[in-house]
């Protein structure tokens, strides 16, 4: 008995922001954005939107996808690097906006990896047979923990949330998971105050410590390796090759993480899902919104097998390989 997607879901807010606005903010230009990370546009949420407001629309939409309702949902994990709060979990907060209210709720931090890391924890309670209906939501509104006059780092992130409920399928479902994390790389890609190592006070508000740092070049490298190196796992591990498999549905950070790896790996760029170029880098909802773009799009058919890769911060690393079984 597998644990298979059964609905799917994604939402976008309407505020379009392109390379030439930003271009009106910092030192920047459309040419090096697209050149130095393929994203000509990203999504913004309106002041009074925060992430569980776009992770409940997208949640609604993968339980309508399910043929569920949300009295259905046994469980909600929620993922996300923007946070509503510190606490109570995001995921309490869309438990009530969706009013789901049989489901028990917690959220996991694993930056852009949360997609990954909590699908996987859903495919374990529902294989171990604790709860049946598991709605698993990555949400950010990253734009609200971006410093808009760091060119460094606000021309590569967007806001968005996608959903998926999982549940047990007779047939395919995800095959294999791996999960991974090295904490000596915390500090490479961070959001230094806000918790109690810097709380936040007057100085870390002058000093911008309460938004996004990263040490970009490193995180490439990191990223471009844990990607062949996840990919080639979590296939061998089910004793499949790279030819079995159809779709390969990775973290949108930079075209040229996804370019390098796709290179090293010598899979063929038709069989891997790139929307970076719309919506830049969604963290824990970039592959949720990737995966449900693909499905609508008629890219994922029953029996596929596709592989959904994520990488991020922590560092942490994770794939899925799902036989697709919609
Ligand atoms: N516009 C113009 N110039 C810029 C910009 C910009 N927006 N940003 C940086 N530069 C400049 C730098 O200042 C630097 O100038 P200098 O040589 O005078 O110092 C030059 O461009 C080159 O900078 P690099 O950092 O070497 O540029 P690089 O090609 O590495 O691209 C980038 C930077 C896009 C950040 C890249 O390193 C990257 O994508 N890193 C990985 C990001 C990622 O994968 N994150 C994943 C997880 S996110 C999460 O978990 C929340």
Redesign the pocket.
Known sequence: MKAGIIGIGSYLPDKVISNYDLEKK????NE??IE??GISYRRKANDNICSSDLGAEAAKLSIKDANLEPEDIDLIISAS?SPDRIFPATACIIQNKIRAKNAAAFDIQA??TGFIYALTTAAQFIVGGQYKNILVVGSEVLSKVTDWED???C??FGDGAGAVVLSKVKWGGVINSILGADGNGSEL?ELPAGGTKEPADFDTVKKRRHY?K?S??E??KF?VKVFEDCTRKVIKEADLSLNDIDLIIP?Q??I??IDAAIKRLKFPRDRVVVNLSNYG?M?SASIPVALDEAFRMGRIKKGHKIILIG???GLTWGANLIDWNL
């Open positions: 910092v030192d920047t230009s090096w954005i130095r990370t690097s930056a852009c060119r460094n780092t021309v590569l890609l996004i990263m970009g070049n995180v490439f990223a973290h950070a930079n040229r993480i880098n963290s990488f991020g911060a």
